[in-house]
Structures are given as structure tokens and as C-alpha cells.
């Protein structure tokens, strides 16, 4: 069963300037997802899709692959997920005369990504008949009970939750943001990363941090750290 890791990593990044080859705790960020890819042996292919040379460089000193750069198309700030993937999946098939069963779309700011929960997700979509398979972390407060202002005043969006206790109302959950396992057929068919028929894993809140901001950053430090220490 053949499987190909896909990082996409552009160099247009605006918020943080080199975002995704940013030193995170003495090494490129992006050096997380290829060495935790690498070190899953769950793939045949691990690229980087980047259309920026020092990414690439950087890339391929981690150990992955940089077979080719992206288009024009899927560098700008519209070009989605999946238009990126759909691109290196077309780009592998047409050029290399390669098809692979089943992608994992990793993100490059994805420190926190864990072997055991990409085993886990390619597990549980290899044993069923799932479409796709992702990482999901739980609210830590029922989104149910949720407020909104109206002016000055602050009330309730849902104002039937107002008097049930949040113990009784049932749990939501957030992308964890860091991967996402695809069948091909179906990537090809449905030219998305998430259908109808997507299920998920369930993990800590501390193995998931958004990267937006400087201040993100710094959590998304701490937290490593933290993690790491429980570890050992």
C-alpha cells in the first residue's frame, strides 16, 4: 500500500515573515513534520510542496523530498489545501508515472505531531470505510453555552441552553490542525481533504497549538516544553 506524505509549505507568509522554516526551539519548525514523517515509516514519499528556495533547501536537509516546485496557481493566498495537494498528486501521476493509495496532508507548523497519532489515524482509515481520518481536540467549555453582544448587552446564542448544566450537553471539537489522512480515489473524486464520510481521532489539547500570531508562538513553545518534560 503505498502512502505519500504531502507538506505544503509556501514562502508568502504574512503574520510571521518565514513562518514555516522559523528556529522553533533550535531547528526549523517545518523540521518537525518531516522528521516525525520520516520516523513513522508509514510512508513511501515524504515532500514538501513549496515554492520558495530556501524552504526546499531546508527541506530536503530534514531528509525530505523536493521533486518539484509549485505552480504560480497554488502559491498565492487564495490556493487551498487541497488545491495544493490536488496539484502534487496530479504533478506525481503525469510526471513520475506515480499513484499512491492513500495522503497525508501534514502541516508544516505542526511541532506537536506525534507518531503514535499518525499510526492511529492511518490505522483507523485503513480499517474502515471511511473517506478520511484527522486529529480533533474537545472545547474545554460547551460552545453550546456560547454568548454574543447585542449592542452592550451580552446574551446567549442559544438561549434554550440557558439553564442546562454544561455536564449534560454533549461535547465539541475542534481540527487540531495537524494532518489529514485521505484515501486518492476519493481525493480525486471529491478534490477535498474532508467529505461527508470523515471520522476522527480524539487527542490532548496539549499535543494541538494554532500558530498565527508571535504570541501564539511563544505558547506553542511553553507547551512543547511542557510536553516533552512529562515525557521523560
Known sequence: MKNIAIIPARGGSKRIPKKNIKNFLGKPIIAYSIETALQS???DEVMVSTDDKEIAEIAIKYGAKVPFFRSQKTSDDFATLSDVVFEVIQTYKNKKQTEFENICCILPTAPFIQIEDLKKSYNKLIAS???SVFPVVK?????QRAMQFNG???QMIWAENLNKRSQDLPGSFHDAGLFY?????VFLKEKKLWTNNTSAIIIDSQKAQDID???DWKIAELKYKILNEQKH
Open 129 to 131: 470505510s471511511f473517506d
Open 41 to 43: 515509516d508509514l510512508f
Open 139 to 143: 472545547f474545554n467549555f460547551p460552545i
Open 213 to 215: 500570531t508571535f504570541d
Open 181 to 185: 489522512w485521505i484515501k486518492s480515489q
Open 152 to 154: 452592550e448587552k451580552i
